[in-house]
């Protein structure tokens, strides 16, 4: 019964190295999104999808791509990564409408130095 | 002005206190209220879901949401110290397109000591 898997737990990154996190659920959810989470700031939207091959852009894009070529899975890229993308990220998924609630994977801890 | 406004705490209580925990929202098109449960280290977990306005209960957790004053609340009876994390307000508004994504309030760590 894993739910929502991220993969790595911990990363440390220097200035313009690119990396992908994963993420990936066993529970046939359509939509699925990646989220950071800052002090203070609570969680923010990056991207989101409402099944595969469908993504669009939330509140903080910028810097990060995503695809989702299976319901399954939905990973992160950071393109050139910077010191203000050192964050927690957090990828969830629900099963489908505004009423479902999201299932969250234990994030990833991503510190750019 | 953030869509989603919640007091931020720190709470540190005594084990038994009742416990109120509130958000504030602008977007008028919210439906769907929530509150979730982040231990240290660990995602966010569905702790109370309420449609529109209304309370709800479940156990020690009634949830609360005032849809004309914008103002949702969370209250925990007798609690415990394995109450003790940070508590999330989220909403979402209806429509497919909003499936998915939910605005968060900045969350409020609350201690129970024993």
């Known amino acids: 019964n894993a739910g929502v898997t991220q993969t790595p737990k911990f990363q440390v990154l220097k200035t313009g190295q690119s990396m992908t996190l994963q993420c990936a659920q066993d529970m046939n959810h359509e939509y699925m999104s990646w989220y950071r989470q800052d002090p203070g700031m609570g969680l923010r939207l990056i991207h989101y999808?409402?099944?595969?091959?469908?993504?669009d852009q939330g509140e903080v894009p910028n810097g990060y791509n995503v695809s989702r070529s299976t319901t399954e899975d939905f990973p992160l890229r950071l393109l050139s990564a910077a010191p203000s993308q050192t964050s927690v990220y957090f990828c969830?998924?629900?099963?489908?409408?505004?009423?479902?609630?999201?299932?969250f994977g234990n994030g990833t801890r991503l510190t750019v130095t | 002005q953030k869509e989603v406004e919640q007091d931020p705490g720190p709470l540190s209580v005594p084990e038994g206190a009742i416990v109120s925990l509130n958000c504030t929202y602008s977007?008028?098109?919210?439906?769907?209220f929530m509150w979730y449960r982040q231990y240290s280290r660990k995602g966010p977990e569905l702790l109370m879901y309420?449609?529109?306005?209304g309370n709800k209960e479940d156990g020690r957790f009634t949830a609360q949401v005032d849809k004309s004053s914008k103002y949702i609340s969370l209250f925990i009876r007798d609690s415990q110290p394995s109450d003790s994390a940070t508590y999330l307000c989220a909403m979402s508004a209806e429509g497919n397109t909003n499936a998915g994504k939910s605005t968060f309030g900045d969350g409020t760590t609350l201690t129970v000591k024993p």
């Open positions: 999808s409402v099944g595969a091959g469908i993504t």
């Open positions: 969830a998924s629900s099963s489908g409408g505004p009423s479902s609630p999201l299932h």
């Open positions: 309420t449609y529109s306005s």
């Open positions: 977007n008028s098109a919210f439906q769907y």
